[in-house]
């Protein structure tokens, strides 16, 4: 089997991990999630991301994670989300991912310390360096309190070969056009939270890492290609619809809340690792009234 190389365009899900009444990974689920994902139009995975739990998965569950899903996908890219403590771990997790077979990497900060350019720079540079896999950096200031700057960005991108593209997650789609303006089409970028997909893609967004496409692939992709191809009414159309959907990956508990659509939809179940813990009450209610109103008017659509 020979792996596809890295194309950072299109409609790549950030897998959710499932786990078993036990918390244990269950990863025949996962390799059936992602077949389904790809079945439905998605143009990869990315795995051990912020949606993926990764922070509560040992090295050796996110090792397997991802040879369980390089095998799932028989030769469809395989992203794998570099996240640690430590830039050890992540360099070694990252060479992991490339003798397992992964298409990409997905570069994160280091998990909790919030550090400063000189330190961003020097663990980022680190995982780039450590394999030869096209790498995606990815930048989210909300949830990570470090925010590479598209200045920054320009200087990793001159100094790094291999990274190629950049997960935009600010909520400020002025980003992607601050950073063309820096260096052109040297990187690919992808819009990072839901409910800025379509204002990125106009602003020269290419793909999209997204979180409710675990539970409406197709959905997902017609409003990437309708966004992508400037078929506006259709676009707004369909946003309109999906919107209340999306804007549940940018809260807090968007873990929990894209777990339990997927436990409605059929397609996973909500548990989630501690010290999360599945929705319940008022806010469990209205996520399912949400859902409700989405499901009773949901829409035909076609994606080519």
């Not at 298409?103 to 360096?129: C, K, N, Q």
């Not at 909500?270 to 813990?277: K, Q």
Request: charged share 20%; hydrophobic share 45%.
């Amino acid at each position: 089997m020979k792996t596809k190389p890295m194309n950072w365009t299109g409609v790549i899900p950030a897998l959710t991990t499932a786990f078993r009444p036990d918390y244990t990974v269950d990863n025949a689920f996962v390799a059936k999630h992602a077949r389904w994902l790809v079945e439905n139009g998605c143009t990869g995975i990315v795995a051990l991301g912020s949606l993926g739990e990764s922070a509560t998965l040992a090295f050796d569950e996110k090792v397997a994670i991802l040879k369980t899903l390089v095998a799932a996908l028989d030769g469809r890219p395989v992203v794998a989300g570099i996240a640690s403590l430590s830039t050890a771990e992540a360099v070694a997790l990252a060479r992991v991912a490339e003798a397992a077979g992964c298409s990409g990497l997905m570069v994160l900060p280091p998990y909790v310390y919030t550090s400063d350019w000189r330190e961003m720079r020097a663990h980022v540079t680190a995982i780039f360096r450590a394999t030869k896999l096209s790498c995606m950096l990815y930048n989210n200031p909300v949830a990570y309190k470090t925010d590479y700057l598209p200045a920054q960005i320009q200087e990793l991108a001159a100094a790094n070969p291999n990274l190629a593209a950049v997960k935009e997650s600010s909520t400020d789609v002025r980003r992607v056009t601050a950073i063309r303006a820096l260096i052109g089409d040297r990187l690919a970028l992808l819009v990072g939270v839901d409910d800025a997909i379509v204002e990125g893609i106009r602003a020269g967004a290419s793909g999209w890492i997204a979180g409710l496409v675990n539970a409406f692939p197709r959905e997902s992709v017609a409003l990437y290609q309708y966004a992508l191809r400037g078929e506006s009414k259709k676009a707004e159309e369909l946003y309109r619809w999906f919107l209340p959907l999306l804007r549940l990956d940018t809260v807090p508990k968007f873990v929990q809340l894209i777990k339990l659509v997927q436990h409605e939809t059929g397609m996973g179940h909500e548990r989630v690792r501690p010290p999360r813990l599945v929705m319940a009450g008022a806010e469990r209610r209205a996520a399912l009234e949400i859902l409700q109103t989405a499901l009773a008017t949901r829409p035909k659509v076609k994606i080519t």
